[in-house]
């Protein structure tokens, strides 16, 4: 079946270390993003992708890094930059009018 | 930068009464698109319904439609004979073509037996 797929979909991790969350998928669709979403509260862009090998900072970028070297992918890392990284991680992908599909979402919980 | 406002942070419901959820948004642009999407307590976000902004009609999807007024950026969502699946976050979203999308803060939607 057509989707975007999130992995982990729970990850723990010590502070000062740096952790990556996948996201693959079969869509065909050129954009890519990741928001990240705190309790109680809306989604915020952390970065975008509209094409292959190019990507854009979101609203708030600092404390994470992003690759797009496939159009399939676009792996999320969350360095030790990252002063409060425990959030839940939503990705998704877009048609050209602008519909997000979104994978499960990813839970990281810094210990 | 465009700004869209949902002023709602909770409503509630009676089962299979009608509840309308609001959202206004702030832009320049005359051609974009809105979304609503629900957030169950699964966490994955879903598409409920979309309205292009050159079309005049209102969107309708089964028991979801709009009340879309353009001239007054106004785009709220009327859940008809609410259920219990009914019962999530709901954001609406604004895109204009090329762009990124920006969400509201959401509205937690809670149904009452």
């Known amino acids: 079946d057509g989707g975007i797929t999130q992995s982990p979909k729970y990850l723990f991790r010590k502070e000062g270390q740096n952790v990556t969350l996948s996201c693959e998928q079969n869509l065909n669709h050129d954009a890519m993003y990741w928001y990240r979403q705190d309790p109680g509260q809306g989604l915020r862009l952390i970065y975008y992708?509209?094409?292959?090998?190019?990507?854009q900072k979101g609203d708030i970028a600092e404390g994470y890094s992003v690759s797009r070297e496939k159009k399939e992918s676009f792996p999320l890392t969350v360095t030790s930059a990252q002063k409060n990284p425990t959030a839940f991680y939503l990705c998704a992908s877009s048609i050209q009018t602008g519909e997000l599909f979104f994978g499960e979402g990813s839970r990281l919980t810094v210990l | 930068a465009q700004t869209v406002t949902q002023s709602q942070p909770e409503m509630s419901v009676q089962e299979a009464e009608t509840v309308t959820l609001s959202c206004t948004y702030d832009?320049?642009?005359?051609?974009?698109?809105l979304f609503w999407y629900k957030q169950p307590p699964s966490r994955q976000m879903i598409l409920v319904i979309r309205?292009?902004?050159?079309?005049?009609q209102n969107a309708t999807e089964n028991r979801f439609s709009v009340n879309f007024q353009k001239a007054a950026k106004s785009f709220s969502l009327k859940i008809s004979d609410s259920q219990l699946g009914d019962a999530a976050m709901y954001f609406c979203a604004y895109i204009l073509w090329g762009e990124k999308l920006t969400f509201g803060t959401g509205t937690r939607l809670t149904i009452i037996p």
């Open positions: 832009t320049s642009e005359s051609d974009y698109y």
């Open positions: 992708s509209q094409i292959v090998n190019d990507f």
């Open positions: 309205q292009e902004a050159y079309k005049q």
